[in-house]
Every structure is written in structure tokens, then in C-alpha cells.
């Protein structure tokens, strides 16, 4: 396929300084969002995080701010909040049936004065559900009537003609972002918790992958504090770079690596008959075999190694985790 040459002109240098206003215009929207929260978000952040067991979250809007309530309610589900998005319109043609008494309603609104949005609050405080609105006008008739207030409000849209829903959806998504990640914390979701709800994917690799699932635990490079330089060069030839050195009782006492037998020929001519305890890196960095593999990954792409000893907490050798291994099995 020919590839598709765009010459500079005057035009395009306009084309690039409208995208850069619209980024502008939203930062700056954001910085003044993010001014604003204060103990309202801290009561939104209540409100669903102490929800009884069972209850749900859930987050309605219309037009463009239903799609950012489809988007808000995906990411509380995903980071342990369950939530579904329910249609102001069809929540009156039976849909109702998805709210409980215990659940709490987000409603997500620029005008705040949707009859449609108006009309679900109505139906879900006739069940005594405590709402939250995300409203870019906080002296709106959804905003005097909902628990719970965060303001979305912006000073205009990016689009030219301030019509285009731009930055007022900006502003409500991250506020929703805001919300659930702040939830996130108060309930002490954890990277395993993540993993747990996202088995599939890249993700699900590198949360569900642990050292142990990729460790190798049979015939290990192992040699006693007594060896001697020649044994363990043939150990670092055949076992893939790494030999480990372990005391009289099988604990670990230190490692040598490839790189430490390189650097020590540079200084020594005769080198075979050396004890392996006058060479090695003594107690080194490890790995644990329920560790994540992506922590183990970091270490060793942080300190420049290729393998790490798994040991017990009585630093007693269970194998050994190579940054390849690791790298094949999808971790990083």
C-alpha cells in the first residue's frame, strides 16, 4: 500500500492549533472540576461504599450522558462496586424492576433539567434510594432534589458553536472516574481483586500470573559454599546463567551470574580453582513463589538481572524464576 504524503500548508498548521484548543479548553475545564470537589464527592464516596451487601449502584443518563453512565457503571462493576446502566425511558416501560430498595441511583445530567432523567429520580425515591448527580448545573431541578451533588458544570464546549457535548462529557467522566476510584479505595480493592474480575486478556496475565505458576523446580543450579569456580562455570554454560550457592543447612548464601563470571576473567588469569563463596553476590535479591509475576518482572528490569532464587521465609531454595519465562508467559 502507497503510503498517503500530507504536505505542510498554512491550512494544516490551523487544523493542529483547533485540536490543541480543544485539549486547552478541556484541561482547563478539569483543573476547575477538580477545584470543586470537596465534601459532596466525600458523601458520594460514602454513599456507595457503605451500601448494604447485595445493593447495586445504579447510573442513568440520556444522549451523550448516557454514554458516559454506560462507561461510569462498566468501571464501578469492574473495580468490585456492581452497577448497571439503566435507560431513563425504558426504567418506565418495566425496567424499574432493576432498582432495589437499598441501591443507590447516579444520574448524570448537563442541563439537570431532562424530563426523562426528572422523571426516573421521581420513581427511584418512591423506593427510598439515595441519589447522586452529576450535573453541569448545580442550581438545576435535578440538582435540588438529588442527596448528593457533584459539580460537572463547564464555562462552554469545545465545539465552536458551544453546542457539541465536548467538555461538559469530559467533566462528567472524570468525575466518575474520581468516584469510583476513590470507592476503589474505601473498600480495599486490590490488584487480586482485579485480577480475579478480569481472568481474560493481557490484563488477566498479568494480575493471575504468579512466580510459582512460571518457576522452574527440578534440577537446579545448586552448588555447596566449598565448590570451586570450575564447577560452577560449567553450572552457568548449562543451567541458562545463574548458579545458586547454598550454606550447609540449604539455605541460600549468595549467586553467580553470567555477568560475574565475565567480569571476573577480566581481572583473573587463573580462576578455576577459586572457591565459589569468594566470587558470589552474597545474599542477593529473591523472589517468593506467591508473588506476582509482574512484581518479579519489575525487580529484575529495575536492577538489571536475569533470574531471581525463589526462596522460602527461611530463605531455604524453591526454584528459580528467569526474566524470560516470565516475559513468554504474557506478564509484562
Same mark, same amino acid.
Given at each position: 500500500?502507497?503510503?498517503?504524503?500530507?504536505?505542510?500548508?498554512?491550512?494544516?498548521?490551523?487544523?493542529? /492549533? %483547533?485540536?490543541?484548543?480543544?485539549?486547552?479548553?478541556? @484541561? /482547563?475545564?478539569?483543573? %476547575?472540576?477538580?477545584?470543586?470537589?470537596?465534601?459532596?464527592?466525600?458523601?458520594?464516596?460514602?454513599?456507595?461504599?457503605?451500601? %448494604?451487601?447485595?445493593?447495586?449502584?445504579?447510573?442513568?443518563?440520556?444522549?451523550? !450522558?448516557?454514554?458516559?453512565? @454506560?462507561?461510569?457503571?462498566?468501571?464501578?462493576?469492574?473495580?468490585?462496586?456492581?452497577?448497571?446502566?439503566?435507560?431513563?425511558?425504558?426504567?418506565?416501560?418495566?425496567?424499574?424492576?432493576?432498582?432495589? @430498595?437499598?441501591?443507590?441511583?447516579?444520574?448524570? !445530567?448537563?442541563?439537570? +433539567?431532562?424530563?426523562?432523567?426528572?422523571?426516573? =429520580? +421521581?420513581?427511584?425515591?418512591?423506593?427510598?434510594?439515595?441519589?447522586?448527580?452529576?450535573?453541569?448545573?448545580?442550581?438545576?431541578?435535578?440538582?435540588?432534589?438529588?442527596?448528593?451533588?457533584?459539580?460537572?458544570?463547564?464555562?462552554?464546549?469545545?465545539?465552536?458553536?458551544?453546542?457539541?457535548?465536548?467538555?461538559?462529557?469530559?467533566?462528567?467522566?472524570?468525575?466518575?472516574?474520581?468516584?469510583?476510584?476513590?470507592?476503589?479505595?474505601?473498600?480495599?480493592?486490590?490488584?487480586?481483586?482485579?485480577?480475579?474480575?478480569?481472568?481474560?486478556?493481557?490484563?488477566?496475565?498479568? =494480575?493471575?500470573?504468579?512466580?510459582?505458576?512460571?518457576?522452574?523446580? +527440578?534440577?537446579?543450579?545448586?552448588?555447596?559454599?566449598?565448590?570451586?569456580?570450575?564447577?560452577?562455570?560449567?553450572?552457568?554454560?548449562?543451567? %541458562?546463567?545463574?548458579?545458586?550457592?547454598?550454606?550447609?543447612?540449604?539455605?541460600?548464601?549468595?549467586?553467580?551470574?553470567?555477568?560475574? =563470571?565475565?567480569?571476573?576473567?577480566?581481572? /583473573?588469569? +587463573?580462576?578455576?580453582?577459586?572457591?565459589?563463596?569468594?566470587?558470589?553476590?552474597?545474599?542477593?535479591?529473591?523472589?517468593?513463589?506467591?508473588?506476582?509475576? !509482574?512484581?518479579?518482572?519489575?525487580?529484575?528490569?529495575?536492577?538489571?538481572?536475569?533470574?531471581?532464587?525463589?526462596?522460602?521465609?527461611?530463605?531455604?531454595?524453591?526454584?528459580?524464576?528467569?526474566?524470560?519465562? =516470565?516475559?513468554?508467559?504474557?506478564?509484562?
Amino acid at each position: 500500500m502507497t503510503a498517503i504524503k500530507v504536505t505542510a500548508s498554512p491550512v494544516s498548521g490551523e487544523v493542529v /492549533e %483547533r485540536g490543541r484548543a480543544v485539549i486547552r479548553k478541556e @484541561r /482547563e475545564a478539569l483543573a %476547575r472540576v477538580e477545584a470543586r470537589i470537596g465534601d459532596q464527592f466525600v458523601q458520594a464516596v460514602a454513599l456507595i461504599a457503605t451500601a %448494604r451487601a447485595g445493593s447495586r449502584v445504579i447510573v442513568a443518563g440520556v444522549g451523550k !450522558s448516557g454514554h458516559v453512565a @454506560r462507561k461510569l457503571a462498566a468501571t464501578l462493576t469492574s473495580t468490585g462496586t456492581p452497577a448497571t446502566f439503566l435507560h431513563p425511558v425504558d426504567s418506565v416501560h418495566g425496567d424499574l424492576g432493576l432498582v432495589g @430498595r437499598n441501591d443507590v441511583a447516579i444520574l448524570i !445530567s448537563k442541563s439537570g +433539567e431532562s424530563g426523562e432523567v426528572l422523571a426516573l =429520580l +421521581e420513581h427511584v425515591q418512591r423506593f427510598g434510594v439515595r441519589t447522586i448527580g452529576i450535573l453541569g448545573a448545580p442550581a438545576s431541578t435535578l440538582a435540588r432534589h438529588c442527596d448528593v451533588i457533584l459539580d460537572a458544570s463547564v464555562e462552554e464546549e469545545a465545539c465552536p458553536h458551544d453546542l457539541a457535548p465536548t467538555t461538559s462529557t469530559t467533566a462528567a467522566l472524570a468525575l466518575g472516574d474520581a468516584l469510583a476510584v476513590a470507592v476503589l479505595h474505601e473498600k480495599g480493592f486490590r490488584r487480586e481483586d482485579f485480577a480475579r474480575l478480569h481472568p481474560g486478556g493481557a490484563i488477566g496475565r498479568q =494480575l493471575l500470573t504468579r512466580v510459582e505458576d512460571v518457576m522452574l523446580r +527440578e534440577d537446579l543450579p545448586l552448588l555447596p559454599r566449598s565448590a570451586t569456580m570450575r564447577e560452577a562455570v560449567v553450572q552457568l554454560a548449562e543451567r %541458562r546463567g545463574i548458579v545458586m550457592v547454598v550454606d550447609s543447612e540449604g539455605a541460600l548464601a549468595g549467586v553467580i551470574t553470567a555477568g560475574d =563470571l565475565t567480569r571476573l576473567m577480566e581481572r /583473573e588469569r +587463573e580462576f578455576f580453582d577459586m572457591p565459589v563463596d569468594g566470587v558470589m553476590t552474597a545474599r542477593p535479591r529473591t523472589a517468593q513463589r506467591d508473588e506476582l509475576g !509482574s512484581a518479579a518482572v519489575y525487580r529484575m528490569e529495575h536492577h538489571g538481572v536475569m533470574a531471581l532464587p525463589v526462596v522460602d521465609a527461611d530463605r531455604r531454595i524453591e526454584g528459580v524464576v528467569h526474566l524470560h519465562d =516470565l516475559l513468554r508467559a504474557g506478564v509484562a
